[in-house]
């Protein structure tokens, strides 16, 4: 056999290309899976680093001193406080609205503010056809002074916890009203 003989038989035997073959597959293969397996290792980790804050469950709202018992009559009335907010990685200060006063049995309440409609914010006696209740001036929703829904809105003002303390009112977390059934 001369040499252009010994050509032609490698360029058209089966074996030596189907080794070439798989000698590439499996390299490819082999560097494939081992660079997926090791981006998957470094995914996991910073994947739950990203998003270890969102799965951990919100803490209870901390009390916050808002105003003087003495301060607080029947009528209700319009306290700001701020709170501390975290969010994820974000932290804020947040200043809040409550509208406290007492009820039929002399005990202090403290209403959220945001119509429950579509999360305008009511103000207490602000439209004279309906004396001593919240209105809301995007779509008329008005509510009693214990944040009753009359109309528009779908349920009741949210209520804030409550706790008096040294002669102190204190807001909590926020919840749905517990004065109106
Ligand atoms: S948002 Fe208050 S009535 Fe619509």
Known sequence: M???QSHEADHHGE?????????????????????????AGMMVPM?????D?????KTKAAWVKVVEEGKVT????????????????????AELEAWISKDKGGKVFALNPTCKHLG?????????EYKDQYFCPCHG????????????????????????????VYVGQLG???HVK
């Open 120 to 128: 305008c914010t009511v103000n207490w006696n602000a439209n004279p």
């Open 2 to 4: 001369n040499e252009h």
């Open 15 to 39: 074996k030596p290309k189907r080794r070439e073959m798989s000698r590439r597959q499996f390299l490819s293969y082999t560097l494939g899976g081992a660079g997926a397996f090791m981006g």
């Open 176 to 178: 749905p009203n517990k």
């Open 141 to 168: 929703a008005h509510y009693t002074s214990e944040g009753k829904n009359l109309a528009v809105a779908p349920a009741p003002l949210d209520e804030y916890e409550v706790k008096v303390e040294n002669g102190f």
């Open 53 to 57: 804050p969102i799965l951990q469950p």
């Open 47 to 51: 994947l739950r680093f990203a998003v």
């Open 74 to 93: 029947d009528q209700p009335a319009s306290f700001k406080f701020k709170v501390h907010q975290v969010d994820g990685w974000y932290e804020s200060d």
